[in-house]
């Protein structure tokens, strides 16, 4: 195996820089770029290198983990083929076919064992590794394999585990989170020396069909990738439409899925302008928004500050049954119980196995002794339990019915949409409402209206929508400027 020089600069000298004799400072690493790169035989030399090479250790456990057991057998074989390949190293190692293991006889590293598992199956208890590679992680079912691994890496002094992969196609993918947490790593905004980024893809300007754009995110453009196979399938890209997104996320290394969203990701994402003081926003008017749902989903409250500047803080709030928060999470394909976990995220895990409205009903007689809430719209949906709760507690609430067909839901859309492009909202980067973003599809009436569709959405949307008619409600209220010829001379 012959390392390019772009895989010992950018990959290979970060990773394994030492700050003191024999101990590295980097803990988790994450690589990524286009397919067709080398990645999963970069794998399997840094595998076999952990396994019985220069940074083995006796009795150490390496894992090679792929998205289902076909991939884990191949990236098996990877390294199976590369210690046949060299006799000093085969001659040291006994291979199991069955098991898919390879354990270390004798040298260095005598007594570690590589197995090779798959991200499908249930995650794993009782490890301890010393390397992890995890192979395609953009592309993993779910995160549990990797938290499993990630949870168990504090039993040795030295260990590594590695993430490469291609992008995921969302934002709610923990592969990217990963990403976007290296990315403030590099920028600064966050001090983690354990933490090491190392990512090639094509910026969301970049012309997709430029050279140059393609060498962003292939290294080993004209090595061992093909120029011209990336000429061909950008052509098709340029000519099936339907092509395009799978270009972008495979070839470019984008954040791309093809689906057409009511708010582009990018969009979205500009109008995190900063974290929100709740205690500053205290005794502000404000304007709110529910949209309860099913017994078992997610309910999003969500309250609208108009600010001096002209912008629009959004403080939302999201409440799920407790009960199987996993078995939720796994369903959505997000990280509820971690989210639950986070501040940022606002979310609160209530007793049981239904949301209860009482509970619900608390939390916004809480907001009401805490902001200045001029109206709240809701939808009529479940909304008779909610007022009994709030006539327990006694509180009035200033509630007004909103519709969620074309009539009310259009204009709320529209007005959405150009607050987002006018990077007037700031949602402080909320992951749930990032989240319902991102899923969020609306859909057409004959006369050209809009409105959002939970139906038609590839996931939960909860947030966006109560953001929606937070947003709306608030417009509704804003005092109306008289034209000068009717105001008093």
């Known amino acids: 195996m012959k390392l390019r020089q772009?895989?010992?600069?950018?990959?290979?000298?970060?990773?394994?820089?030492?700050?003191?004799?024999?101990?590295?400072?980097?803990?988790?690493?994450?690589v990524s770029m286009g397919r067709k790169n080398g990645k999963t035989f970069l794998s399997a030399a840094l595998a076999a290198c952990h396994l019985c090479g220069s940074e083995a250790e006796e009795r150490g456990e390496i894992y090679f983990a792929a998205i289902d057991k076909l991939q884990a057998s191949k990236a098996w074989a990877e390294v199976k083929a590369l210690l046949e390949a060299h006799p000093e190293l085969s001659e040291r190692v006994n291979i199991i076919r069955f098991s898919k293991e390879i354990e270390v006889l004798e040298g260095v590293g005598k007594g570690s064992v590589l197995k090779a598992v798959s991200a499908d199956a249930d995650s794993k208890l009782g490890m301890s590794p010393s390397f992890v590679l995890c192979d395609e992680a953009g592309y993993w079912p779910k995160r549990d394999l990797f938290d499993a691994f990630d949870s168990a890496l504090g039993a040795r002094d030295n260990p590594l585990i590695v993430l490469i992969s291609t992008q995921a196609k969302d934002d709610a993918h923990f592969f990217s989170e990963m990403l976007d947490y290296g990315t403030r790593v590099k920028a600064g905004e966050i001090d983690d020396p354990?933490?090491?980024?190392?990512?090639?893809?094509?910026?969301?300007?970049d012309d997709p069909w430029s050279p140059e754009t393609w060498a962003k995110a292939n290294p080993a453009l004209g090595d061992f990738n093909s120029l011209e196979q990336i000429e061909r399938m950008a052509a098709q890209a340029q000519r099936i439409p339907s092509k395009e997104a799978d270009?972008?996320?495979k070839v470019l290394n984008q954040r791309v899925d093809g689906t057409v969203r009511f708010i582009a990701a990018r969009e979205w994402n500009d109008c995190n302008l900063g974290p929100i003081d709740e205690k500053a926003l205290e005794g502000r008017p404000c304007f709110g928004a529910l949209d309860l749902s099913a017994a078992r989903d997610l309910t999003a409250w969500v309250l609208a500050f108009p600010m001096d500047d002209g912008t629009v803080q959004l403080l939302p709030r999201f409440f799920l049954p407790e009960f199987d928060i996993a078995g939720k999470s796994d369903l959505d394909r997000v990280p509820y119980d971690l989210w639950a976990k986070q501040a940022d995220a606002r979310l609160t895990l209530l007793p049981g196995k239904v949301i209860d409205p009482a509970l619900v009903a608390e939390a916004m007689a809480d907001d009401a002794a805490r902001f200045e809430i001029q109206a709240i719209a809701f939808d009529r949906w479940r909304i008779e339990d909610l007022k009994r709760e709030l006539a327990k507690l006694?509180?009035?609430?200033?509630?007004?019915?909103f519709g969620q067909g074309y009539k009310d839901m259009s204009p709320a859309v529209d007005n959405l949409e150009v607050l987002v492009a006018q990077r007037r909202i700031n949602h402080a980067g909320n992951p749930i409402m990032r989240m319902c973003a991102s899923n969020a599809v609306v859909t057409r009436d004959p006369a050209g209206s809009r409105k959002l569709d939970k139906s038609k959405a590839s996931g939960r949307i909860d947030g966006i929508v109560a953001a929606a008619m937070s947003l709306a409600i608030a417009a509704r209220h804003e005092p109306q400027t008289l034209p000068a010829c009717l105001l008093a001379a």
Do not use: C
């Open 394 to 401: 006694s509180i009035q609430l200033p509630l007004e019915p």
């Open 194 to 205: 354990s933490f090491h980024l190392s990512l090639f893809a094509a910026g969301d300007k």
């Open 247 to 249: 270009f972008r996320n």
């Open 6 to 30: 772009w895989q010992i600069d950018e990959i290979l000298a970060p990773i394994y820089a030492e700050d003191a004799p024999g101990i590295r400072p980097v803990r988790t690493a994450v």
